[in-house]
Nanobody
Framework: QVQLVESGGGLVQAGGSLRLSCAAS????????MGWFRQAPGKEREFAAA????????YYADSVKGRFTISRDNAKNTVYLQLNSLKAEDTAVYYC???????????????????WGQGTQVIVSS
């Protein structure tokens, strides 16, 4: 079992920055690809960013590419998402996810045996 707890969300003005953290516990996440999904009000959950278990590969949705950066610290069992140049359309609940398949996660799918966090709210005011 893996438990994921997100933090770092909040209210920020357009153009501002936030750093989200996802702390994993229960077992080492080194073998898991980690990622961030988001769900805006009235919309389906969508993929935002993913990072491989080693941290050597990353992948981003076109909507966040160049503005968001995903990273991980396996020694701390923590994944981060740096959000820069925020826009009103980035307003959403951001969910951390762990999956045994990096390829599936970057395609926006979670395979069986994956885990979700409870989400952290990001509100960008224009």
């Amino acid at each position: 079992q893996v438990q994921l707890v997100e933090s770092g969300g909040g209210l920020v003005q357009a153009g501002g920055s936030l750093r989200l953290s996802c702390a994993a516990s229960g077992r080492s996440c080194r073998s898991y690809a980690m990622g961030w999904f988001r769900q805006a009000p009235g919309k389906e959950r969508e993929f935002a960013a993913a990072i491989s278990g080693s941290g050597g590969a990353t992948y981003y949705a076109d909507s966040v590419k160049g503005r968001f950066t995903i990273s991980r610290d396996n020694a701390k069992n923590t994944v981060y998402l740096q959000l820069n140049s925020l826009k009103a359309e980035d307003t959403a609940v951001y969910y951390c996810a762990a999956s045994l398949s990096f390829l599936s996660m970057r395609a926006g799918a979670m395979t069986a045996g994956g885990y979700w966090g409870q989400g952290t709210q990001v509100i960008v005011s224009s």
